[in-house]
């Protein structure tokens, strides 16, 4: 049963006419400039192949991943991206997708599963030379001891020789880091999972905000569905604060360029600078809605066939457990928010129990999103994470 939430006045969200009014609304997703970019086709022999976008930030010798949840762009881990791949884009070199069905990938209709959805970044990882080509037959990926933890068909898996890579899953993006775990658990160095599940459990919570996630694209005024969303994702207290984005500066970071919104329906900047808006909530309804003015990039039909994976998405106690012993507890982190209004902290709880990692962390009053609600906390939280991983690889000098 789901803890309820401690805040009973909802929080106030602004409509979405005043945001667009807003002088910062062009400028609300960063014009990061990636090292490497492409559009490589996936999952030959899976139902495919089909395009997927992926970019590289950074130079650094430090491998992070960083897997975006339902219906997320790249953009949305921009914090992230700014932090890890520019501000220290000499330490850490930082992967990341649109999840096929979104953004600039393509969106096939097809079933999709957390798993198949991790066998596309193993396809990526290979075509970017982060893991190597896997063996040329599925016999001899099938006798080694590093092949996957449960069953799979397709074609052959890699045989990582040293564990590089450090994973970063959010919500669906958790469960797709947890396939991958499954998949490859000797390439990861640190896996880190975050407002995620190992299975719904189909509690109230967890049903109820699956169907309100499904009628956001339903026709309904934009901002109820908007205000409802904001709501359900993010912690009401830091909703209301002022706008707390530590902004870039296009003249001092590298690689940023100055805004360029993608969508020819939002409207161009007024100059070179990135602006603050009034509220998080503000800032929150800015980045929905320059996704939702760009339907080339974001639309029902992937939206949907990601819920389903989403939805069916299930790893077992003992799959769990096998693939905590294959990673290795001390390099794993599991986190939960008691505010989480998507997926209910029990859920985190219980991957706690059953993977007991080195780091559980059950934060009070954190909603289901640390990488914008927390992020100076949340980048912290990484830092160590990754540290640890580089430590017990022997790589310690470079942490």
Not at 112 to 130: F, K, N, P, Q, T
Not at 160 to 169: C, I
């Amino acid at each position: 049963m789901s803890r309820a939430p401690t805040t009973t006045r909802k929080p106030q969200v602004p409509t979405v006419a005043e945001t667009i009014k807003h002088p910062a609304f062009p400028t609300a997703i960063w014009n990061l400039e990636p090292d490497q970019s492409g559009l490589t086709p996936v999952a030959v022999g899976r139902g495919g192949p089909f395009n997927v976008s992926w970019e590289i930030h950074g130079e650094g010798p430090i491998k992070v991943l960083f897997i975006m949840g339902l219906g997320g762009l790249k953009s949305a881990w921009q914090r992230q991206t700014l932090y890890f791949g520019h501000q220290n884009r000499d330490k850490y070199s930082v992967l990341l997708l649109d999840n096929r069905g979104m953004g600039d990938s393509d969106k096939p209709l097809m079933r999709y599963s957390s798993s198949e959805m991790a066998r596309d970044w193993i396809d990526i990882l290979v075509h970017v030379g982060w893991l190597p080509a896997p063996p040329s037959s599925p016999s001899s990926s099938s006798s080694s001891s590093t092949t996957s933890l449960s069953s799979h068909s397709g074609p052959p898996l890699p045989v990582p020789t040293e564990r590089t890579l450090h994973v970063v899953g959010l919500s669906l993006g958790g469960m797709i880091a947890q396939e991958l775990a499954c998949l490859i658990p000797t390439a990861i160095s640190s896996l880190n999972l975050c407002c995620t599940a190992a299975a719904n459990e189909n509690t109230t919570t967890f049903a109820e905000n699956i169907a309100n996630r499904i009628r956001m694209l339903m026709p309904r005024p934009v901002d109820h569905s908007m205000a409802d969303t904001a709501r359900q994702l993010l912690a009401p207290s830091w909703l209301e604060q002022p706008d707390d984005y530590e902004v870039p500066d296009p003249s001092t970071t590298p690689k940023c360029g100055p805004p360029n919104p993608l969508s020819p329906k939002i409207p161009r900047p007024a100059g070179p600078e990135y602006l603050k808006f009034d509220t998080n909530a503000q800032r929150y309804v800015a980045q929905e809605m320059h996704k939702r003015l760009d339907p080339a990039r974001f639309g029902l039909k992937g939206f949907l066939l990601q819920l389903i994976a989403a939805g069916w998405h299930h790893k077992s106690a003992e799959q769990l457990q096998k693939m905590a012993d294959e990673v290795g507890r001390e390099r794993i982190l599991v986190m939960h928010g008691t505010e989480d209004g998507m997926i209910s902290v029990p859920h985190g709880r219980k991957l706690i129990k059953i993977m007991e990692p080195e780091v559980g962390l059950i934060e009070e009053g954190m909603g289901h999103a640390p990488v914008v609600e927390r992020t100076k906390w949340y980048h912290g939280v990484l830092v160590e994470r990754i540290r640890r991983g580089e430590g017990l690889d022997g790589r310690e000098g470079l942490a």
